[in-house]
């Protein structure tokens, strides 16, 4: 059953790590390694089933080869999960357990922050290998991502402006924000700093009145945010808010976000582009947290992630030209634009140095 499962994916190599006195049970999922070594986030959350928790990190880790991919990195995809309640099972054995296991690997899976962890979780994995991102800043860790992430919407955002209006002129249009969490906030930030109108909504209302407050966003209701009559429709929230329901009802000409999973199936996003509505697809706009992290590997940099982030505008007008040169719809052009480039890369017949990634960037304690 599992090698039929990973093989329907395509996965490389599935890890199965257990320790009883540490009490983990976790699953490392290595899909595709071919551009490079696999990064991904580690999670932790309380799955049902054991299925569950083997679903989920394939599905994940599929993911991260499409995203790196397409953002042009040298890294493969990845993903752990730990099955855990991450309220009540956390521990430094625990984490430490994990760290060996990936230290394991060598450098094929790095490992990174993702729901259920933080920090001072990875300081604990740390411990015990040097393949993990998002560490400390004190290591030479990249600090929080989120405003990196919201820096690359706006990037995105440009080259879809480009396309639909033949200008990237971000102040002249109007917005509507679903989710002023740690990237909301900042994309409404960059929205208003040029000047645009600016709809938000978010079930907190504390983050709401700050957009408002703080930079002249105008609020709405959670319901209200499909209705406005915005250009672009940026989904900053959860996933699947692009849907048979809302999408009547969206007036925008472009989608441009930093939440994952936008579309809640593949025929919505069909119906999106038979609507004329320009989808800037999530994977490839929100890049910019993983852009930032991958700088770790070999000497995190504020200057080079901040122009790493540009390169986005560069994939996203790729991915619409593979759209319009295929007749595709874009959601499907950015596979599309990852699988050419990992099949391309992955046809070359020539050897490789075939060494672990070296963290050139890392101070640890005593050395
Ligand atoms: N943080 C990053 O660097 C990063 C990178 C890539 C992708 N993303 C994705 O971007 C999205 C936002 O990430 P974040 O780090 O800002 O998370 P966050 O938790 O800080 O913000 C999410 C915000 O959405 C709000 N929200 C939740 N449900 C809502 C609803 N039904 N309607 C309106 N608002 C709602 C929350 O109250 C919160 O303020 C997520 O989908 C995340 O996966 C984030």
Same mark, same amino acid.
């Given at each position: 059953m599992i090698f039929e499962s990973i093989a329907q994916t395509e996965h490389e190599q599935v890890v199965f790590c257990q320790s009883k006195d540490a009490n983990l049970k976790a699953i490392i999922a290595v899909h595709n390694s071919v551009l490079g070594p696999a990064l991904g986030g580690l999670r932790m959350w309380p799955y049902k089933t054991e299925t569950d928790a083997l679903n989920d990190v394939l599905r994940l880790s599929r993911g991260m080869t499409y995203k790196a991919a397409v953002a042009g990195l040298n890294l493969g995809g990845g993903k752990a999960v730990i099955i855990g309640d991450p309220a009540k099972d956390k521990s430094e054995a625990l984490f430490r357990a994990f760290g060996r296991f990936v230290n394991s690997l060598n450098g094929r899976y790095i490992t990174a922050e993702d729901v259920g962890i933080d920090v001072n979780d990875m300081e604990y994995v740390f411990r015990e290998t040097e393949? +993990? *991102? &998002? +560490?400390h800043q004190v290591h030479g860790g990249s600090g929080d991502p989120s405003p990196f992430t919201a820096y690359g919407t706006v990037q995105g955002l440009m080259a879809a402006l480009n396309v639909t209006y $033949?200008?990237?002129? %971000? &102040? /002249?249009y109007s917005y509507a924000v679903q989710g002023v969490g740690h990237v909301g906030l900042e994309y409404v930030r960059l929205l208003r700093e040029q000047g645009a109108k600016v709809w938000v909504t978010d079930i907190n209302q504390e983050s709401v009145a700050r957009a408002v407050d703080e930079y002249g966003a105008e609020a709405v209701d959670l319901d209200e945010i499909y209705d406005v009559p915005a250009d672009v429709y940026a989904p900053? =929230? !959860? &996933? $699947? *808010? %692009? /849907?048979p329901t809302t999408l009547p009802r969206l007036k925008c000409k472009i989608i441009c976000g =930093? =939440?994952?999973?936008? !579309? @809640? @199936?593949d025929d919505v996003g069909d119906e999106v582009a038979k609507r004329g509505i320009l989808y800037a697809p999530d994977y490839a706009v929100n890049a910019g947290g993983l852009m930032n992290v991958s700088l770790e590997i070999d000497g995190y940099n504020r200057e080079r992630a901040m122009r790493m982030m540009r390169t986005i505008y560069y994939n996203l007008g790729k991915i619409f030209q593979i759209s319009k040169r295929d007749g595709i719809p874009t959601y499907k052009a950015a596979d599309r634009m990852a699988e050419e480039r990992i099949n391309s890369i992955g046809r070359i017949k020539l050897p490789t140095m075939g060494t672990a990634p070296r963290f050139l960037g890392r101070m640890r304690g005593n050395g």
């Open positions: 393949f +993990v *991102t &998002g +560490v $033949g200008n990237e002129d %971000v &102040g /002249s900053c =929230a !959860l &996933g $699947g *808010t %692009v /849907s =930093a =939440a994952n999973n936008q !579309l @809640s @199936s």
